[in-house]
C-alpha cells in the first residue's frame, strides 16, 4: 500500500506568522522528509518549500471579502442564502483540491467520487472544527465528511464554546453547533493534555481524542550552520545526556585522557554522555602525534567509539561552528593540567554553559567562584559523580533534556503524528 498523501488546510499559513502557521510548517516539512505527498490548502499563504504545493482559495480565510460579509451576517443571527451560497462553492473548490489517490495525483471531482482502490487523502484541518472564523469552511467539510468523500483529521488548538474571548460570538443552533460536538469518523487531535480535558467538559469522556504536542527544531531554533547539523546528527549530539565539550588542541596539557575517563565513568553510571574534543594535535610538539594515537587507543579501551568525538578527524572547526559547539553543549570539561588564562571559560560564561575544570590559578581568575572545580587527583568516578549531581539539580539542564526528548520536532513526527496516521490506515483498512 502506497503512503496517503497527505493535505493540510488553515485559514492561513507562512508567510503569516502565528503559532497554528509555525506548526502548519513543520508538519508539512517532515511529512515530505519522511516520504508523503503533502500539500497546504489555505486561504493566505505564499510557498516555502519546493517539496509542499501550496494552494491559495481566498474563501478558505477567515477574512475574505465575502467570508467577512457572512461572518457579519452570522453576527446578527442570520444563515440565509449568501452562506449558503459560500458553504456549496467552498464544496466544488475543496473537491477540486483533494487527492484521491497520489499513486496518479487524481482528485476527488476527477474520480467522480469513485474511492475504490484509492488511498483518500488525510485532511489535516487546524481549528475550522473548533474555531468560529469561517463557519461556512466549517459547514462544506462537514458536508463532505457526512458524505463519506473525505477522511478528516480535526487538528484543534483553540475552541469557541469554551473561550470566555468568544461567548458572545456563538450561539445555539447551525452552524455554530458543529463546534461543540464531535463528529462522526472524524479523529480529533488536541496539543495538550490541558486541551484534551477542556474539550472532554465540552463533549463529555466518550470520545476518544489523542495528544499532540507542538515541537520546535533545534538546529534551526539555534540557528548552527550546516556544518554543525550535519555533525549533531551524525553524531547524535542532540540524544547526549550531558553533552560535553573540550574545545582545545589535542596536547598533553590539556588532559584529555581524564575527560575520557570521565565521559566513561558518566555512561557506567547510565548516562548516555558523549565528549566533543574540538582541535587537532598541536603543530608544535612532534609528540603530539603520537598522544593523538594513546587517545585512540584508550576510546577504545574505554568503549567510547561512538561517544568520545574527536572533529578534527571530519573537517576543521571554524569560529561559527564552535560557537555553534557551545550552544548544543550541556557542560564545558575543561581539566587542563596548565593554562596562561582560560578563553573557553569566558565563552562557556556567555552561552551559559555549566563549566567544570581543574582548579589551577588561572581558571580562577577567569572564572572566580562561577566554575566547578575539579580538585588535583581526583578520580574519573567521583569527577562524574560531581557533573552527574551538578546538572541534575540543574533546572535548566533539566528542561533543556526534557525539550529534546519531548518535543524535538523529529522526535513528535516519529513517536505521535506518523503512528496516528499508521494507525488510521490500519483502522481504515480493516
Same mark, same amino acid.
Given at each position: 500500500?502506497?503512503?496517503?498523501?497527505?493535505?493540510? +488546510?488553515?485559514?492561513?499559513?507562512?508567510?503569516?506568522?502565528?503559532?497554528?502557521?509555525?506548526?502548519?510548517?513543520?508538519?508539512?516539512?517532515?511529512?515530505?522528509?519522511?516520504?508523503?505527498?503533502?500539500?497546504?490548502?489555505?486561504?493566505?499563504?505564499?510557498?516555502?518549500?519546493?517539496?509542499?504545493?501550496?494552494?491559495?482559495?481566498?474563501? %478558505?480565510?477567515?477574512?475574505?471579502?465575502?467570508?467577512?460579509? %457572512?461572518?457579519?451576517?452570522?453576527?446578527?443571527?442570520?444563515?440565509?442564502?449568501?452562506?449558503?451560497?459560500?458553504?456549496?462553492?467552498?464544496?466544488?473548490?475543496?473537491?477540486?483540491?483533494? %487527492?484521491?489517490?497520489?499513486?496518479?495525483?487524481?482528485?476527488?471531482?476527477?474520480?467522480?467520487?469513485?474511492?475504490?482502490?484509492?488511498?483518500?487523502?488525510?485532511?489535516?484541518?487546524?481549528?475550522?472544527?473548533?474555531?468560529?472564523?469561517? +463557519?461556512?469552511?466549517?459547514?462544506?467539510?462537514?458536508?463532505?465528511?457526512?458524505?463519506?468523500?473525505?477522511?478528516?483529521?480535526?487538528?484543534?488548538?483553540?475552541?469557541?464554546?469554551?473561550?470566555?474571548?468568544?461567548?458572545?460570538?456563538?450561539?445555539?443552533?447551525?452552524?455554530?453547533?458543529?463546534?461543540?460536538?464531535?463528529?462522526?469518523?472524524?479523529?480529533?487531535?488536541?496539543?495538550?493534555?490541558?486541551?484534551?480535558?477542556?474539550?472532554?467538559?465540552?463533549?463529555?469522556?466518550?470520545?476518544?481524542?489523542?495528544?499532540?504536542?507542538?515541537?520546535?527544531?533545534?538546529?534551526?531554533?539555534?540557528?548552527?550552520?550546516?556544518?554543525?547539523?550535519?555533525?549533531?546528527?551524525?553524531?547524535?549530539?542532540?540524544?547526549?545526556?550531558?553533552?560535553?565539550? +573540550?574545545?582545545?588542541?589535542?596536547?598533553?596539557?590539556?588532559?584529555?585522557?581524564?575527560?575520557?575517563?570521565?565521559?566513561?565513568?558518566?555512561?557506567?553510571?547510565?548516562?548516555?554522555?558523549?565528549?566533543?574534543?574540538?582541535?587537532?594535535?598541536?603543530?608544535?610538539?612532534?609528540?603530539?602525534?603520537?598522544?593523538?594515537?594513546?587517545?585512540?587507543?584508550?576510546?577504545?579501551?574505554?568503549?567510547?567509539?561512538?561517544?568520545?568525538?574527536?572533529?578534527?578527524?571530519?573537517?576543521?572547526?571554524?569560529?561559527?561552528?564552535?560557537?555553534?559547539?557551545?550552544?548544543?553543549?550541556?557542560?564545558?570539561?575543561?581539566?587542563?593540567?596548565?593554562?596562561?588564562?582560560?578563553?573557553?571559560?569566558?565563552?562557556?560564561?556567555?552561552?551559559?554553559?555549566?563549566?567544570?575544570?581543574?582548579?589551577?590559578?588561572?581558571?580562577?581568575?577567569?572564572?572566580?567562584?562561577?566554575?566547578?572545580?575539579?580538585?588535583?587527583?581526583?578520580?574519573?568516578?567521583?569527577?562524574?559523580?560531581?557533573?552527574?549531581?551538578?546538572?541534575?539539580?540543574?533546572?535548566?539542564?533539566?528542561?533543556?533534556?526534557?525539550?529534546?526528548?519531548?518535543?524535538?520536532?523529529?522526535? %513528535?513526527?516519529?513517536?505521535?503524528?506518523?503512528?496516528?496516521?499508521?494507525?488510521?490506515?490500519?483502522?481504515?483498512?480493516?
Amino acid at each position: 500500500m502506497s503512503q496517503p498523501s497527505i493535505a493540510i +488546510l488553515h485559514y492561513a499559513s507562512p508567510p503569516t506568522i502565528g503559532g497554528v502557521e509555525s506548526t502548519i510548517a513543520a508538519h508539512a516539512r517532515l511529512f515530505a522528509d519522511h516520504g508523503y505527498a503533502v500539500k497546504i490548502i489555505t486561504g493566505h499563504g505564499e510557498p516555502f518549500d519546493p517539496r509542499v504545493p501550496v494552494q491559495v482559495i481566498p474563501d %478558505v480565510g477567515s477574512r475574505s471579502p465575502r467570508v467577512s460579509e %457572512v461572518n457579519a451576517e452570522l453576527a446578527r443571527g442570520i444563515v440565509g442564502e449568501k452562506f449558503q451560497q459560500l458553504v456549496e462553492e467552498l464544496i466544488a473548490e475543496l473537491v477540486g483540491q483533494i %487527492v484521491v489517490d497520489p499513486r496518479n495525483s487524481k482528485t476527488l471531482s476527477e474520480a467522480n467520487g469513485e474511492m475504490e482502490g484509492g488511498n483518500l487523502s488525510y485532511i489535516i484541518v487546524h481549528n475550522a472544527l473548533s474555531l468560529h472564523k469561517n +463557519l461556512a469552511l466549517t459547514a462544506a467539510l462537514k458536508n463532505l465528511a457526512d458524505a463519506g468523500r473525505i477522511r478528516l483529521i480535526a487538528w484543534c488548538h483553540d475552541f469557541a464554546w469554551t473561550d470566555p474571548q468568544y461567548a458572545r460570538e456563538v450561539h445555539p443552533g447551525f452552524p455554530w453547533d458543529l463546534l461543540r460536538q464531535p463528529w462522526e469518523g472524524v479523529k480529533y487531535v488536541v496539543v495538550s493534555e490541558a486541551r484534551k480535558r477542556e474539550l472532554q467538559e465540552l463533549w463529555g469522556r466518550g470520545v476518544e481524542i489523542a495528544v499532540v504536542p507542538p515541537g520546535l527544531d533545534p538546529l534551526a531554533f539555534l540557528g548552527v550552520t550546516a556544518k554543525t547539523a550535519r555533525w549533531a546528527r551524525d553524531f547524535a549530539l542532540l540524544d547526549a545526556e550531558p553533552l560535553l565539550l +573540550l574545545p582545545a588542541r589535542l596536547t598533553r596539557r590539556k588532559n584529555i585522557e581524564y575527560a575520557m575517563e570521565i565521559t566513561a565513568a558518566l555512561r557506567e553510571r547510565g548516562q548516555a554522555a558523549r565528549l566533543v574534543i574540538t582541535g587537532p594535535p598541536g603543530p608544535h610538539n612532534p609528540t603530539n602525534v603520537a598522544y593523538l594515537e594513546t587517545l585512540r587507543g584508550l576510546r577504545e579501551t574505554l568503549g567510547l567509539q561512538d561517544a568520545a568525538i574527536f572533529l578534527y578527524e571530519f573537517g576543521a572547526v571554524d569560529d561559527a561552528t564552535l560557537r555553534d559547539l557551545f550552544l548544543l553543549a550541556d557542560a564545558l570539561l575543561f581539566p587542563s593540567e596548565r593554562e596562561g588564562f582560560g578563553i573557553p571559560l569566558l565563552e562557556a560564561g556567555l552561552t551559559r554553559l555549566p563549566t567544570f575544570c581543574s582548579d589551577i590559578a588561572p581558571f580562577r581568575e577567569s572564572a572566580g567562584e562561577h566554575a566547578h572545580y575539579l580538585p588535583p587527583g581526583q578520580s574519573p568516578p567521583d569527577a562524574a559523580a560531581q557533573i552527574a549531581t551538578t546538572l541534575a539539580q540543574d533546572s535548566a539542564y533539566r528542561l533543556k533534556k526534557r525539550v529534546l526528548r519531548e518535543y524535538a520536532w523529529e522526535r %513528535v513526527f516519529k513517536e505521535r503524528i506518523e503512528p496516528l496516521i499508521l494507525l488510521l490506515e490500519h483502522l481504515h483498512a480493516h
